[in-house]
């Protein structure tokens, strides 16, 4: 089946930093979704974004379809940016990456 | 409205208990999900109803019991769990199958 590596799997900043977390999958994908977790265990969508870039305030993503890859760049980043970020692909079900760990010091 | 709720929100049970999980939507989304949640590890899916019909179970024992009584509603029947079933599980929806999918807030289980 399809596989789907998120880097780093741990990212330690300072506030006001800026981070670019990666997700690799290994097969054509229907769509990706971006989602962060946060410390309590919800689920929230950051971005539906099979292709192409979006940005969302301080949050933009980038995803090359062709070559299997796609990018969430977070800026300015605060202590509520903290928890697991995970990446998502769609081709009969959606399979979740390995997911990132932030956590955000101030 | 892009809200999907779920109860409990924590459950303790025993393993002779039965229990149920509660999700609902109002999204008139035709694709509802359970997911199991491992600490540190990503969601892992469980079944998917589409259109009130169960149209996928990723082998799933039969300890866990789904029940999709209307098009807004889904339950999760549990049954003589063991201890190793003790997780976050998260209902999801979505207008259909390969779309953008919405996840509830979760229930957390532990089974003694």
């Known amino acids: 089946g399809i596989q789907v590596e998120q880097s780093p799997p741990d990212l330690i900043l300072q506030e006001g930093a800026n981070s670019t977390l990666r997700c690799n999958f290994s097969d054509s994908v229907n769509n990706l979704q971006w989602f962060h977790q946060n410390p309590w265990g919800q689920l929230i969508n950051l971005f539906y974004i099979p292709s192409g870039t979006k940005q969302n305030g301080r949050l933009s993503a980038t995803t090359v379809a062709t070559e299997r890859y796609s990018l969430l760049y977070i800026s300015s980043s605060q202590t509520t940016d903290s928890g697991v970020y995970f990446c998502a692909v769609t081709t009969d079900k959606l399979i979740f990456g390995t997911g990132t760990r932030l956590q955000v010091f101030p | 409205d892009t809200e999907v709720t779920q109860t409990p929100k924590h459950l303790v049970m025993g393993m002779t208990n039965k229990k149920s999980l509660k999700c609902e939507q109002h999204?008139?989304?035709?694709?509802m999900y359970w997911y199991k949640q491992k600490a540190k590890k990503p969601p892992e899916l469980m079944f998917v109803?589409?259109?009130?019909?169960?149209?996928i179970n990723e082998s799933v024992p039969s300890r866990f019991s789904p029940e999709c009584p209307n098009s807004s509603l889904l339950n999760l029947h549990l049954h003589a769990l063991q201890p190793e079933d003790s997780a976050l599980y998260l209902c999801a929806s979505s207008q259909e199958g390969r779309r953008i999918q919405y996840f509830g807030p979760g229930t957390r289980l532990l089974v003694l």
């Open positions: 999204m008139g989304h035709r694709a």
């Open positions: 109803y589409s259109y009130e019909k169960l149209s």
